[in-house]
């Protein structure tokens, strides 16, 4: 799980930008302040002294703050006694660690370093002294958070949550806008050299696994609701796997996750190093492979961590198999000592995840649907380049079992904000292969069952529709496809359903038949505003900074949408559009690249893998290579429903696109 530096625990972290090494004692100036800081006395303390000069705000603010006034007068009695510091003055002030401690800790920790006794790292005090000479090797981390007040006021938020807690921790975040990134890379390098040390206990490290037969169990062996077991690793050379083994119940349903090297959630650079992980599931004797599994659904948002959902079909110990994703068979096999990364298991349950929704029969009509449960997206779950594309997002999981041949399962959506639903499937089968381990595919261990999968709107209208066999048959061969069922319009408060029916081709029951989908509602897309006027690319519709659209086309209608920031040569135009293939009711979506008035390239939507401009040696399945711009434009989109009669099954006739102009 990612942790920024509140992953010590509610119950241990004491936060970032507190005296590590005060040699003295940090005078508490009297006097009004020395005259409300309007100089500096030669009998004070150099430490003091500083703060008056450089930090005379920041100090003022928190001794008009009792909470904050308190914890530092705490604080300044000290000394040298690391358990006060690191025990008595937190438990007697938790209330303490706000903006305005924050705030002056990181000015402290900026302009009085030297007179204030602070350590390289910029002062941080740590559960024990165990803690604090481990994480001396993450000096650079530390420090840069300890003289930020906003990455500072962020840690000292989320020290209050529990590691389980994501819409607390998504709350902090909200709340602080500040150094995400940064928190996280501190928090980071102090779970992967410090795990033991400050984090209370140690996961096991299986670098040292060549197989399955000399792995080790994961930390509990059995993960239990509430308490994953975990084990951590460095895919340290080309060409490193390692193994770890956990015992699973029948009948549990499992997230299998890794969280990777800082970096993986860093702004993306394809030049530097950075581990894609990819997690297969074996029987313990490596004989028969359950599942396989590159990045977490959907790849869109940019995450190359590994998610795996997995229902357990039978009580056994398992082997994990953790490597990068060049040695799965499409690259050229990595390896670095950087490329470390924790694992996790956890038993899903709704009491402890709110986003988890299993089906709950019965709940095979509109009267008996299940109502779905959802949370809002973090940091925690996405890196930060997908957030401006993920504000105001709810994730839910919904899992079932299709029990008989005429079984349908169907769930109660109420949206939270107007936007668009967008839900993601998983691919069906086992992924790699026992007799062709390098032959790459994604695959969740189900067997199937699954058939079509629909939306219907409060008067039982059928919204959108797609054909999960048609879909799952290429969704695994290729690691980047993740059609589903998205880009569907919804309204604050109106409900619609989603229906998952059993596959009428294949009404036997399999070994493990299961599905399991993520559902986002997202307010991100960004939605035409005149469908009338941006029939003319004169009046064509702007797309904000490289972003996600979303329009209606009915038939016979065409839309045009133009960049607010017009591109040139040497970029490129990358393009993604769905619409049928996602379910609506358009047939026929046709796609047009125009530089000014010259039609450039164009496309129709193909019914899996709608129109898709990209780099075909990176996207086998892209339906066209991605466009070098010719001129500084304008550049317009044409989009537009070719389709002379209305397509009779679904009533949305809306599409989605990402426009990308790109280096």
């Known amino acids: ?120 790292c910029a002062g941080y005090v740590f559960p024990d002294i165990e803690c604090a000479q481990c994480a001396s090797s993450c000096c650079a981390e530390l420090g840069a958070c300890a003289k930020d007040a906003s990455c500072l006021a962020l840690t000292y938020c989320q020290m209050h949550c529990d590691d389980l807690d994501h819409g607390c921790r998504g709350d902090c975040e909200r709340v602080q806008q500040g150094e995400i990134e940064q928190a996280y890379a501190a928090g980071a390098c102090l779970e992967q050299k410090c795990n033991p040390e400050c984090y209370g206990k140690e996961s096991p490290v299986i670098d040292e696994s060549t197989s399955c037969g000399d792995a080790l169990p994961m930390d509990p062996a059995r993960p239990v609701p509430g308490t994953p077991s975990s ?64 990045d977490s659904y959907p790849r869109g948002f940019g995450t190359t961590d590994s998610e795996l959902l997995w229902r357990v079909p039978e009580s056994a110990t398992y082997c994990l198999r953790i490597e990068d994703f060049g040695s799965w068979g499409l690259a050229a096999p990595r390896g670095d000592p950087s490329f470390a990364y924790e694992l996790q298991v956890e038993i899903m349950d709704q009491a402890i995840q709110e986003e988890w929704n299993l089906d709950d029969e019965p709940n095979d009509t509109i009267v008996l649907a299940q109502s779905i449960t959802g949370r809002a997206l973090t940091a925690d779950d996405y890196p930060a380049r997908a957030l401006p594309y993920l504000g105001g997002a709810t994730l839910s999981w919904i899992a079932g079992v ?63 529709e797609i054909d999960y066999p048609l879909h799952a048959a290429n969704l695994g061969v290729e690691a980047g496809r993740e059609p589903g ?122 019914v899996v893998d709608g129109v898709l401009w990209a780099d075909i040696g990176a996207f086998a399945w892209a339906t066209d290579q991605s466009v070098p711009f010719r001129s500084s434009g304008p550049h317009y989109i044409r989009l537009e429903n070719s389709n002379a009669e209305a397509d009779g099954v679904a009533l949305s006739r809306d599409y989605s696109c990402s426009l990308f102009a790109a280096e």
Not at 526 to 548: F, R
């Open 485 to 606: 069922l998205s880009g569907l319009p919804v309204t604050k408060g109106e409900k619609l359903w989603i229906s998952v029916a059993r596959d009428e081709s294949s009404p036997s029951q399999g070994d493990n038949d299961f599905y399991a989908f993520k559902l986002f509602t997202l307010s991100s897309f960004h939605p035409e505003a005149n469908d009338v006027g941006n029939d003319d690319p004169l009046a064509a519709e702007l797309i904000p900074d490289n972003s996600w659209v979303r329009g209606s086309l009915e038939e016979g209608d065409v839309d045009h949408w133009t960049f607010a920031a017009q591109p040139a040569p040497p970029m490129q135009l990358l393009l993604g559009c769905s619409s049928e293939s996602a379910g609506s009711g358009v047939r026929g979506l046709r796609v047009t690249y125009l530089d000014g008035s010259t039609e450039v390239q164009s496309g129709t939507e193909d």
């Open 231 to 294: 084990a951590g690793g460095v895919i340290g050379e080309s060409g490193d796997n390692d193994f770890v083994l956990v015992d699973l119940v029948k009948g549990d349903w499992v997230r299998i996750f890794t969280t990777a090297n800082p970096e993986d959630h860093a702004p993306f650079d394809p030049l530097d190093p950075w581990l894609d992980t990819v997690v297969t599931v074996h029987r313990a004797d490596a004989t028969v492979t359950a599942a396989s599994m590159d």
């Open 402 to 464: 299709l029990e008989g041949s005429q079984d349908r399962d169907l769930f109660e959506v109420t949206p939270a904000a107007d936007g668009v639903v967008a839900l993601y499937l998983s691919p069906l089968g086992p992924g790699r292969r026992a007799d062709a381990p390098n032959l790459p595919a994604n695959g969740s261990g189900s067997t199937g069952g699954i058939g079509k999968i629909t939306a219907y709107n409060e008067a039982g209208g059928l919204l959108a």
């Open 1 to 120: 799980m990612k942790r920024a530096l509140q992953g010590l625990g509610a119950g241990a972290c004491i936060g970032l930008g507190l005296a590590l090494s005060l040699v003295g004692c940090r005078q508490i100036v009297g006097i009004e302040d020395r005259e409300r800081c309007g100089g500096a006395d030669a009998d004070l303390a150099p430490c003091a002294s500083c703060v008056l000069t450089s930090c005379c705000d920041e100090h003022l603010v928190c001794r008009a703050e009792a909470s904050c006034e308190n914890l530092d007068r705490c604080l300044a009695t000290c000394g040298e006694d690391a358990s006060c510091r690191t025990t008595r003055c937190r438990a007697q002030h938790p209330d303490g660690f706000t903006e305005a401690f924050a705030a002056l800790e990181a000015c402290r920790g900026s302009l009085c370093a030297d007179a204030c006794g602070y350590a390289e």
